[in-house]
């Protein structure tokens, strides 16, 4: 069986980041949950990216940048070492950043999605945000595959509105955290490498 554990980025991981980012571009997919680290697609070195992500676990560092306190990890698939996909766990999200901003932004490679992986993604990340009572997730109406995850881990539909900021009709879904970990305990600690 297949073991998934998150890790958090550095730069003994830099090509496996930069291969990872690159087949999004090449499959000319959204990046998501990828905290700064895909600001190297910007002009950012991966230093200064990698330096930019780690930074944002400080309050006042992200405040600085008018952005969410975030942390962000890698999702390893441990039986081959391989990076299978990023989440972003948000905390203190300025009012800008609600709802369309979330507190978890999440991710998968092209080349290993419809496996289910993103449930075990979005599973690890609710432990590591055990510490918010409730959380917020947003995704395009049209991304037919977050909307399943989520769904699948027992997200509450909130709304349905235009983001204002690109335009995009987005759902919102919302997650009582410790409850969520509970429930899908069972479902997904086979998975997970302890």
């Excluded at 990828?34 to 002009?43: A, N």
């Excluded at 990698?50 to 969410?68: G, I, K, V």
Aim: hydrophobic share 35%; net charge negative; proline share 3%.
């Amino acid at each position: 069986m297949e073991k998934f554990y998150l890790e958090m980025p550095s730069i003994q991981r830099k090509d496996d980041i930069v291969d990872y980012i690159n087949e999004f571009v090449v499959y000319n997919s959204d990046l998501s949950g990828m905290g700064s680290l895909d600001k190297i697609l910007d002009g950012l070195t991966f230093e200064e990216a990698l330096t930019r992500c780690l930074n944002m676990q400080n309050e006042e560092y992200a405040r600085s940048m008018h952005r969410a306190q975030t942390k962000t990890f890698l999702l390893i698939r441990e039986n081959d070492n391989r990076l299978i996909g990023t989440i972003s766990v948000r905390w203190n999200l300025p009012k800008e950043m609600v709802p369309f901003g979330g507190n978890i932004g999440y991710g998968i490679r092209p080349t290993e999605r419809k496996k289910g992986y993103n449930k075990i993604n979005l599973y690890l990340g609710l432990l590591e945000a055990i510490k918010v009572s409730s959380i917020i997730l947003p995704c395009d109406v049209d991304n037919l595959g977050s909307s399943k995850t989520m769904e699948a881990l027992g997200g509450k539909l909130e709304k349905t509105e235009v983001d204002p900021e690109d335009g995009i009709l987005t759902s919102i879904y919302s997650f009582n955290v410790s409850e969520t970990i509970e429930k899908y305990k069972s479902k997904f600690e086979n998975y997970i490498r302890t």
